[in-house]
């Protein structure tokens, strides 16, 4: 029997409506404290052109942390393997803003998706430029993968972490000290906070992951990334994408992801669908408590999963 993926969406959104245990939303950037957490929204891309949605598929939410696997992206295509001798590939194990572990580790981070990681990236995309440029190149990127010109910065969320950000800021200037970030602390956390503070839907979230299940390809034709670079960023959403819940993750859902405090998650399931789901409030690990939720429910009800032979995958 053909999946009903549309029925599967509305049996999920409707079931998450009813769910009274949301979590908490995120407080220390104190505007994503304002966010209403009763909603929720997903949407699913699938590999032969189909969108699904569900729930407020259509509100503009923070990416955060979700933009690093865009930013991983981009760093690769402008230095190739080399940023693996800045950034490890292992899972953290630890919260995603830990500094204890980055000076047993001498300012080399675990991962590309934990903050210093990415701060990392950040100044790799950087490249000498004023951070204007590197945000710029970074908001076009997104455009042309979600095929969508009005995706922008939510200033107000870039103002509210920049006000706050003591502890990014912390990590930036102790990775200075080591050489392995190279431009002003300053500068390279204008850049990583504006990142974090661009406004996707599910839906055009959803669209600009399609990359990841199509084996790197752009579906409007031509290439964004090689089929192993793609492949490579999906093993690291799988081991790393969940904070130090990542093994959780991949345990109950068992398809790559990478979450961000805003409540949003980017899910791939290659060959088949790019998802996104959003709902604000996160559980105790940082995670959207319904995002992950849904996510489950939704691999359980398809037989989506890496881990399962591709003839069982609805
Ligand atoms: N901008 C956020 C921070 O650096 C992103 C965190 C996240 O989404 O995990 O704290």
């Known amino acids: 029997m053909s ?4 029925a599967v969406i509305a049996d999920i959104t409707a079931t998450m409506a009813s769910m009274e245990d949301r979590g908490q939303v995120a407080t220390y950037i104190p505007e994503l404290a304002t966010i209403d957490p009763a909603q929720f929204g997903i949407a699913i891309a699938t590999a032969d052109g189909r969108m699904l949605t569900g729930g407020d598929a259509d509100t503009g939410f923070s990416i955060q942390s979700v933009s690093k696997v865009f930013a991983l992206t981009l760093a690769l295509g402008k230095v190739g393997d080399q940023l693996w001798d800045r950034v490890g590939r292992e899972p953290s194990g630890n919260a995603f803003n830990s500094i204890t572990q980055l000076e047993h580790e001498q ?3 675990r991962n590309p998706f934990i903050n210093a990681g990415a701060i990392v990236v950040a100044d790799v995309n950087l490249g000498g ?3 204007r440029v590197a945000i710029g190149e970074m908001l076009r990127f997104v455009r042309y993968l979600a095929g969508d010109d009005s995706i922008a910065i939510n200033e107000a969320v870039a103002a509210s972490e920049t006000a706050t950000g003591f502890r990014n800021m912390a990590l930036a200037n102790y990775m200075r000290a080591f050489d392995n970030v190279r431009h002003p602390a300053e500068l390279v956390l204008g850049s990583y906070i504006h990142q974090c503070a661009i ?3 599910c839906r055009q979230l959803a669209l600009a992951g399609r990359y990841l299940m199509l084996d790197g390809r752009h579906p409007g034709g031509g290439r964004v990334i090689s089929p192993r670079r793609a492949r490579r960023i999906n093993a690291l959403m799988l081991t790393c994408g969940h904070y130090d819940a990542s093994g959780d993750f991949a345990f109950r859902v068992g398809i790559p992801g990478k979450s961000g405090v805003g409540g949003g998650i980017l899910a791939i399931v290659p060959g088949r669908a ?3 789901v959003w709902s604000p409030g996160l559980n105790a690990s940082g995670n959207s408590c319904l995002g992950t939720l849904a996510l489950e429910e939704l ?3 398809t037989g989506w999963s890496v881990f399962s032979p591709p003839e069982d995958r609805g």
Not at 3 to 6: K, P, R, T, V
């Open 299 to 301: 691999a359980r009800r």
């Open 3 to 6: 999946l009903d993926l549309s």
């Open 129 to 131: 430029h004023e951070p």
């Open 274 to 276: 790019a998802i996104a």
């Open 199 to 201: 406004e996707m839907s």
């Open 107 to 109: 300012g080399i981070p």
